[in-house]
Nanobody, 123 residues
Framework: QVQLVETGGGLVQAGGSLRLSCAAS????????MGWFRQASGKERELVAA????????YYLDSVKGRFTMSNGNAKNTANLQMNSLKPEDTAVYYC????????????????WGQGTQVTVSS
């Protein structure tokens, strides 16, 4: 089993930045894929970014390209999502996910989910 815990959410003004972190425990994630989903109130969940570690290619949602950057953290088994130039439409609960298969994440069916962290961007 893998446990995922997100931190770093909060309230920020439009144009500001936040960095979300995801700490994984229970298993070494070197062969896993990880990603970030978000769900705004009343809207469908969407995949924001995803990567399979060891592969340099990172998927980004079109609306966040150039503003968000996913990377692995300094600590082992962590993943970060750096969010710059935030917009009110980025307001959502952000979830860290992990799976052995990147296609499962892209299909919205990863095995492991964090509890979510709220990001609120004020205008």
């Amino acid at each position: 089993q893998v446990q995922l815990v997100e931190t770093g959410g909060g309230l920020v003004q439009a144009g500001g930045s936040l960095r979300l972190s995801c700490a994984a425990s229970g298993r070494t994630l070197g062969n896993y894929a990880m990603g970030w989903f978000r769900q705004a109130s009343g809207k469908e969940r969407e995949l924001v970014a995803a990567i399979r570690w060891g592969n340099s290619s990172i998927y980004y949602l079109d609306s966040v390209k150039g503003r968000f950057t996913m990377s692995n953290g300094n600590a082992k088994n962590t993943a970060n999502l750096q969010m710059n130039s935030l917009k009110p439409e980025d307001t959502a609960v952000y979830y860290c996910v992990a799976d052995t298969r990147l296609d499962h994440i892209k299909a919205g069916i990863p095995d492991y989910w964090g509890q979510g962290t709220q990001v609120t961007v004020s205008s």
